[in-house]
Nanobody, 127 residues
Framework: EDRFVESGGGLVQAGGSLRLSCAASGFTFDDYTIGWFRQAPGKEREAVSCISPNDGSTYYVDSVKGRVTISSDNGKNTVYLQMNSLQPEDTAVYYC????????????????????WGQGTQVTVSS
């Protein structure tokens, strides 16, 4: 059973923007840390950003700080990732994931998200 429906990926030119959405179902959204992760071909999956929908705490990997904003709409059980000033190195499959009892700042790592993962959405940035 899919717990996440991700959307918003696509092809964009360098400098452009995309907004990814991750709609969750089947679990108590507020009890989890929700994160966005990405995996480029031949590379390991890495954290992009995490949020606690309960208290709004957030984490961003250094490479996206100032360009990316994570937010949550608890009424819709949805987490968003607004990405601006996209660069070719941002090209990857982007996944959302949930981890129960995970610190959103210090625990924002793929290995910590043991509960639910989405199917991923492709983001391609052309130069």
């Amino acid at each position: 059973e899919d717990r996440f429906v991700e959307s918003g990926g696509g092809l964009v030119q360098a400098g452009g923007s995309l907004r990814l959405s991750c709609a969750a179902s089947g679990f108590t959204f507020d009890d989890y840390t929700i994160g966005w992760f990405r995996q480029a071909p031949g590379k390991e999956r890495e954290a992009v950003s995490c949020i606690s929908p309960n208290d709004g705490s957030t984490y961003y990997v250094d490479s996206v700080k100032g360009r990316v904003t994570i937010s949550s709409d608890n009424g819709k059980n949805t987490v968003y990732l607004q990405m601006n000033s996209l660069q070719p190195e941002d090209t990857a499959v982007y996944y959302c994931a949930a981890g129960w009892n995970v610190d959103p700042v210090f625990g924002c790592r793929a290995a910590q998200m043991r509960d639910y993962w989405g199917q991923g959405t492709q983001v391609t940035v052309s130069s």
